[in-house]
């Protein structure tokens, strides 16, 4: 696969070891001719230029990238790097990071970025991963915030502990595809049995997180939801909708 990095600082040059180590074709551009001698990167390709001119992105042969990542630190950048490599040259892939969450929202296929990669936010996450348990946690943002990938850890208390996968209704627009039980991963059947401690890990789409969550939550809280009766009969009348916090986009570019 032929990647193009743009940004050849501490994300782009780990983005492009980690790349090198699986075979891959890499192509770093950045600004500052030193970055090559200091990056210990070997096997990558180099281009000292501006990615934001078209007769850099001309001279990479952005059409021939299977991916373009725009990794700078600058937000301003990173948009205008993806849009060009959608529009003028039909990369089929673009991979934006996003350095100031204010302007997550301005992260998708209008700026002609696939998948926006929210530094800050995918840090809270893992902190959030790492200690909560009994909520859902989102994990990652996927197509340009339509859906995303959440975990859930399995409180010990909760009601979902010895059910099968295939008894639970789950939400139609969440998928459950994977369980990480005792640091190994299980790829989910019908017939697997839920036990504590199991991490969930589910793609869905964002409007169907509020109704896992509270499916989930009403688990975690001793609380048998409505189609855990084999007859089909709601014995608790639990509500299961949620409460979800709104932010409004900001109308500015957050610098």
Do not use: Y
Request: hydrophobic content about 40%; proline content about 4%; overall charge negative.
């Amino acid at each position: 696969m032929k990647v193009v990095i743009v940004g050849a600082g501490s994300v782009g040059s780990s983005i492009a070891r980690e790349l090198l180590s699986h075979k891959h074709e890499i192509l770093l551009i950045d600004l500052k001719p030193e970055v090559i001698g200091r990056s210990g990167l070997r096997g990558a390709r180099w281009l000292v230029g501006d990615a934001c001119e078209l007769s850099t992105l001309q001279n990479a042969k952005m059409e021939d990238a299977d991916v373009v990542v725009s990794a700078t630190g600058d937000d301003k950048v990173n948009l205008v790097v993806s849009l060009l490599a959608k529009t003028e040259f039909g990369v089929g892939r673009t991979v934006g990071r996003v350095n100031n969450p204010k302007n997550d929202w301005m992260f998708n296929d209008s700026w002609g970025v696939d998948v926006a990669v929210n530094t800050p936010q995918l840090m809270t996450a893992l902190v959030e991963e790492a200690v909560e348990i009994g909520d859902l946690v989102r994990l990652l943002t996927l197509q340009t915030g339509v859906s995303s990938i959440v975990e859930f850890t399995v409180p010990h208390d909760s009601h979902v502990i010895g059910r099968t996968v295939g008894t639970i209704e789950w939400p139609e627009d969440s998928t459950l595809v994977a369980i990480l039980r005792d640091h190994a991963p299980i790829t989910p059947s019908r017939d697997d049995v839920i036990d504590g401690g199991d991490e969930l890990f589910f793609v869905t789409t964002i409007a169907a997180e509020d109704e896992l969550r509270a499916l989930l939550s009403a688990e975690s809280a001793g609380t048998e939801p409505a189609d855990a009766d084999p007859d089909g009969a709601d014995r608790t009348g639990a509500d299961r909708t949620g409460a979800t916090g709104q932010h409004a986009p900001e109308d500015g570019f957050d610098g």
